[in-house]
Nanobody, 122 residues
């Protein structure tokens, strides 16, 4: 089992920045891929970014490319989502996920955090 705890959400004005954190514990060696997804009201959950613990392989959704980054701290078993130049359409609940398949599809992720809400005002 892997436990994931997110933090860092909140209210920010458009153009501002936020950093989300996802602390992993438990059998983290079994899940090499960490990802962020988000779900806006009335919409399906969508992929945001993913990274591997082992090699730092990284991918981003087109909608956040150039604005978001996904740094990791292996020593702390923590993955971050640094969000810059935020837009109102970034408003959503953001979820951290862990899995063993390098994919943008949520079904390949076995463990999920509880989510943290991000609201971007215009």
């Amino acid at each position: 089992q892997v436990q994931l705890v997110e933090s860092g959400g909140g209210l920010v004005q458009a153009g501002g920045s936020l950093r989300l954190s996802c602390a992993a514990s438990g059998r983290t060696f079994s899940s090499d891929v960490m990802a962020w997804f988000r779900q806006a009201p009335g919409k399906e959950r969508e992929f945001v970014a993913r990274i591997t613990w082992s090699g730092g392989r990284i991918s981003y959704a087109d909608s956040v490319k150039g604005r978001f980054t996904i740094p990791r701290d292996n020593a702390k078993n923590t993955v971050y989502l640094q969000m810059n130049s935020l837009k109102p359409e970034d408003t959503a609940v953001y979820f951290c996920a862990a899995g063993s398949v390098y994919s943008a599809l949520s079904r390949f992720y076995d463990y999920w955090g509880q989510g943290t809400r991000v609201t971007v005002s215009s």
